[in-house]
Each structure stands twice: as structure tokens, then as C-alpha cells.
């Protein structure tokens, strides 16, 4: 059965420095988003992807943010200049088509921790 | 306001006993309402739906009904196994087709 990947599971970074974080949607869906889930908190939406373009984005998805399809497979998250308060556990998911209750598949997400 | 508001955990059952996680969401219209797990270690999988009011998803034994009346999405279980153990999120899209979460419940089958 298809699945969403995400790497790296674990990702250890020092404040201030730039993190990419990788996903690798179903691949024939059409949109894509990124979660994160900071520990002990409720999961938020960052952002949704459509037609190699930002179709919404989440008050949280400020200019350190920016995604990007660079080829037919991935789909990344990058962080300009992490914080101390971007540690937290990122999901990517993918959904075939918008619709009435179309199921978005998520990946196992990423721990990003900023030390 | 547009929210999720599931019951607080953790939740500690025996095997065999019956699960009740609430549900209940604030919204304009009527969303799609979703139940996803999260089992130790792993990602968010999607356990049931409901599209419209009145519609009862199910999987694995679980059930949920849509309530218009009562906006909510109350998860049940008739007997739960050690397996069942996870993380339960309530969730809803909203009118961007992102997902509005619930804070999660954690819930522990004991043998």
C-alpha cells in the first residue's frame, strides 16, 4: 500500500542554523501539507501546497518557513533560521483530490529538536 | 470559533472494557469529521470519517457518530485489546481543507 515517507526521523540541529526537512508524498496526489506538533500540544497546520505553489498558509508559516517540489517526488520544509521554540514533531501528509471528506495520509513525521 | 475539544487523558482501561473518548467541535456549516490514531512510534493514520450529519463511520471495531445536534464525534469501542493502546486525535477540516485538531488523548489498555 502506498505510503508517505519522511526523513529524517530525527533531526538534531543548533539554533540559528537552517534545517530541510524531506517528505515524499503518494504519488499521484495532488496536495500537500505540512504539521507540526509541539510536545504536548495540539497539531497545527503550517501550510498546503497545490500546483507547485502555496495555496494556504497558517499564521505560524512566517518567512523562516518555505516549501518547495524541487522534482516529482519530494516535497520539503525549510527552516531559515531555527529557534529554540521550532523543536517540535513535523508531519507532512498528501491528499489525492480535494473533495467531501477525502482522506489526507501522513507520513511519521520528523522530530526536530533545536538546540 | 472554529475548535476541537476532545476529553483530556491519559485514559486507563482494562482489556475487554468499554471505550468512550468525547468529541465535540464549534463550526460554521458541516464539516467532515475525522478520528485518527497515532500508534507508539508512529505517524497520524486515519481511523474513521463521517461526511454529513447522522453518518456513522467504523474500523476496527471502533464507531463514531456524527451529531449535528450535539456537534459531536464521540469515539467508541465495545471492548478494547492491549493493541489498542495509542494516541487518539478528533479532528475536522475546515473551509481551506486544512484539518483543525483536537489536543489528543492518550489512552493505556491494561491486560
Known amino acids: 500500500e502506498p505510503e508517505v515517507t519522511q526523513t529524517p526521523s530525527h533531526q538534531v540541529t543548533q539554533m540559528g542554523q537552517e534545517v530541510i526537512l524531506r517528505c515524499v508524498p503518494i504519488s499521484n496526489h495532488l496536495y500537500f501539507y505540512w504539521y507540526r506538533q509541539i510536545l504536548g500540544q ?68 520528523t522530530r526536530l529538536t533545536v538546540l | 470559533g472554529n475548535s476541537v475539544t476532545q476529553m483530556e487523558g491519559p485514559v486507563t482501561l482494562s482489556e475487554e472494557a468499554f471505550l468512550t473518548i468525547n468529541c465535540t467541535y464549534t463550526a460554521t456549516g458541516y464539516p467532515s469529521l475525522f478520528w485518527y490514531v497515532q500508534y507508539p512510534g508512529e505517524g497520524l493514520q486515519l481511523l474513521l470519517k463521517a461526511t454529513k450529519a447522522d453518518d456513522k463511520g467504523s474500523n476496527k471495531g471502533f464507531e463514531a457518530t456524527y451529531r449535528k445536534e450535539t456537534t459531536s464525534f464521540h469515539l467508541e469501542k465495545g471492548s478494547v485489546q492491549v493493541s489498542d493502546s495509542a494516541v487518539y486525535f478528533c479532528a475536522r477540516v475546515d473551509s481551506n481543507y486544512q484539518l483543525i485538531w483536537g489536543a489528543g488523548t492518550k489512552l493505556i489498555i491494561k491486560p
Open chain 1, 42 to 109: 495540539k497539531v497545527e497546520f503550517l501550510v498546503s501546497f497545490y500546483n507547485n505553489e502555496i495555496s494556504e498558509k497558517s499564521e505560524i508559516f512566517d518567512d523562516q518557513f518555505s516549501v518547495e517540489r524541487p522534482d516529482g517526488s519530494n516535497f520539503t520544509l525549510k527552516i531559515r533560521s531555527t529557534k529554540l521554540e521550532d523543536s517540535a514533531m513535523y508531519f507532512c501528509a498528501s491528499e489525492r483530490d480535494r473533495g467531501f471528506g477525502n482522506e489526507q495520509f501522513f507520513g511519521p513525521g
